[in-house]
């Protein structure tokens, strides 16, 4: 049976197990939310979902919190604006605003509730991360000035890829997120399969093929059925000029619910390939090769 209950006044419906967060965006409500991610356990550490409910002892995150029968939940208020808009300006304080040549510039979600919030820079000047950029593998860069330790990627390698393979070490300022014994990530478990990078919502985490290419936000986007084993993964692939940009997993996608493999994340390259033969070719019996159309 569906729970009912209200939000700014609306009434909504929830399904046992949903939360205030999720039952919002299913009816339309807008809540802003930075660490939330459909396809993970909520982690409930931006607080930017933050949430009051009547009789509450005060704002509570929204993706952590289960809908109840009857609850009467505020999600819009100067309070909660200005609580959501300090959240924000602490996480900018030690976050580099190189939107000119980031890759997400126009994809990310820092960026786009900074511009809602009306913050141009923030109020709180102190130390900074200083952890240098993971480089040392062809496929991702990790780019850990720039990480808002949302923990999607964790959740991402542990729960839905279930490999495991980075977490969150260290503790306080110090926090990093990285492999066992901190090795680079192409020595450690990791099977390059992207899903941290498809769940980041800023650009720690970017494909490094892609570097320079051509940002999300600039590409035409084809939804196709990844042309490697027969799972049938969806692919979405960003193109531009032409030529496949790079390769994200399709949420939408009912064999992958949006998680891929290396093969499929990073292996098209070969579609635009200069060698890769375009025609049928036939070599007959004195070893001459004969085209044979398209
Ligand atoms: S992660 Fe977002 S806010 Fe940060 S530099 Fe890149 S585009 Fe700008
Ligand atoms: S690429 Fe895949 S396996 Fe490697 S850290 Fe990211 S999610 Fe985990
Ligand atoms: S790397 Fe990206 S997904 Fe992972 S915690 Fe940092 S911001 Fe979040
Ligand atoms: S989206 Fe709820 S705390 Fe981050």
């Known amino acids: ?17 949903q939360t205030v967060l999720q039952a919002a965006l299913a009816g339309g ?32 995150a929204s993706c952590a919190l289960p809908a109840r029968d009857g609850m009467e939940v505020t999600s819009n208020s100067p309070k909660l604006f ?8 602490l996480i900018i304080s ?23 919030f009306g ?17 040392g593998n062809p496929l991702i860069e990790m780019n850990y000035k720039l990480c808002v330790m949302c923990g999607r990627c964790v959740l991402a390698c542990n729960e839905a890829v279930v490999n495991q393979a980075i977490d969150f070490t260290r503790r306080g300022f110090a926090t990093k997120i990285t492999t066992p014994l901190d090795v680079p990530r192409k020595d450690s478990d990791c099977t390059f399969c992207g899903g941290c990078v498809d769940v980041c919502p800023v650009g720690a985490l970017t494909d490094k093929t892609a570097r320079f290419k ?69 070599r007959i019996g004195n070893g001459e090769l004969v085209e044979r159309g398209d």
């Open 94 to 116: 030690d976050h580099p605003l190189n939107c000119l040549t980031c890759e997400k510039n126009g994809d990310c979600v820092l960026q786009k509730y900074a511009y809602e």
């Open 214 to 282: 051509g940002r999300i936000s600039e590409t035409a986007k084809r939804s196709v059925i990844c042309p490697y084993c027969g799972c049938g993964c969806s692919i979405i692939l960003d193109i531009k000029d032409n030529q496949i940009i790079r390769s994200r997993g399709n949420p939408e996608g009912p064999a992958n619910h949006g998680w891929l493999c290396v093969k499929g994340h990073f292996g098209l390259e070969y579609v635009g390939h200069p060698d890769r033969l375009t025609k049928c070719e036939l």
């Open 1 to 17: 049976m569906s729970i009912r209950f209200t939000i700014d006044g609306k009434e909504v419906l929830a399904q046992p197990g």
């Open 82 to 89: 200005e609580l959501r808009k300090t959240a924000l300006d």
């Open 29 to 60: 409500i807008q809540i802003p939310r930075l660490c939330y991610h459909p396809a993970l356990t909520p982690f409930a550490g931006c607080r930017l979902c933050i949430v009051e409910v009547k009789g509450g002892k005060g704002p509570i």
């Open 119 to 135: 913050l141009e820079k923030t109020s709180y000047v102190g130390e900074t991360t200083a952890y240098p950029n993971e480089t």
